[in-house]
């Protein structure tokens, strides 16, 4: 073979990747790791305590603490959990993040009706930040069927009961039961439950130690949808 054949096979092999090629790489790279991190942010919390909510933070900053206990489901009367489903959303049992009904009657009626689901609010508390933006209703739609279908309907109930805002600077039951009653979640009795969920859509403006007539009158109503669940088979999926 002479010289020149040579250098024309040598020029045919075959070159190394340019680096033109390598953005694509880390492209492909990155976004299998942002997936991964999603995946991760969103699964833990189905078996460990999620950190302290954005507003949670925010109100520690503006208030110099806050009042915050975390307390297993085990450790939650019964009745507790009930009344909050009864209060939030009675079909928590039956739908897979989003009660369609409740959304349509919603639209017919305007903006002054609700419906965002315990699963919806949960998403918000622990993921995102308050207002009703696009970006985050948008964030809340997509993120809310995941944690359906990685956590169980107990654990989005005992989640939502440990991060849900009480009174100003007080999250979750376990420091909801002491600042109101001076008991431990476990002892709350069904009049307490009810007035604990009652206030939940306006925790800063209403008191479940000292409930005003609309409270009351809201109170009784959860007393009753929370025994009305407990009878029809609608708290099967929480052990209510």
């Known amino acids: 073979m002479t010289p020149r054949m040579t250098e024309r096979r040598a020029r045919k092999t075959p070159q190394p990747a340019t680096p033109i090629r390598r953005p694509g790489r880390w492209l492909r790279r990155g976004t299998l790791t942002l997936a991964a991190l999603v995946l991760a942010a969103i699964a833990l919390p189905a078996w460990v305590a999620p950190p302290a909510t954005p507003l949670m933070r925010s109100e520690a900053r503006r208030l110099g603490g806050i009042e915050r206990e975390w307390v297993p489901m085990d450790r939650i009367a019964p009745v507790m959990a009930r009344s909050a489903v009864a209060a939030e959303d009675a079909n928590f049992c039956r739908h897979w993040g989003f009660d369609m009904a409740q959304i349509r009657a919603a639209l017919a009626e305007g903006a002054n009706?609700?419906?965002?689901?315990?699963?919806?609010?949960?998403?918000?508390?622990?993921?995102?930040?308050?207002?009703?933006?696009?970006?985050?209703?948008?964030?809340?739609?997509?993120?809310?069927?995941?944690?359906?279908?990685?956590?169980?309907?107990?654990?989005?109930?005992?989640?939502?009961?440990?991060?849900?805002?009480?009174?100003?600077?007080?999250?979750?039951?376990?420091?909801?039961?002491?600042?109101?009653?001076?008991?431990?979640?476990?002892?709350?009795?069904?009049?307490?439950?009810?007035?604990?969920?009652?206030?939940?859509?306006?925790?800063?403006?209403?008191?479940?130690?000292?409930?005003?007539?609309?409270?009351?009158?809201?109170?009784?109503?959860?007393?009753?949808?929370?025994?009305?669940?407990?009878?029809?088979?609608?708290?099967?999926?929480?052990?209510?």
């Open 113 to 240: 009706r609700g419906a965002s689901t315990i699963s919806q609010q949960t998403v918000k508390n622990v993921y995102l930040w308050n207002g009703r933006s696009w970006p985050r209703k948008a964030l809340e739609a997509a993120i809310t069927p995941a944690v359906e279908l990685i956590w169980t309907k107990r654990r989005i109930l005992e989640v939502y009961l440990n991060v849900a805002e009480f009174d100003e600077g007080v999250f979750g039951i376990g420091a909801a039961a002491r600042h109101y009653f001076g008991v431990t979640p476990d002892a709350l009795n069904a009049v307490q439950a009810a007035r604990l969920a009652a206030i939940l859509p306006d925790p800063k403006g209403r008191s479940a130690a000292d409930p005003g007539p609309a409270t009351r009158r809201r109170a009784e109503s959860i007393r009753d949808g929370a025994a009305t669940i407990a009878r029809d088979g609608r708290a099967a999926c929480f052990g209510g």
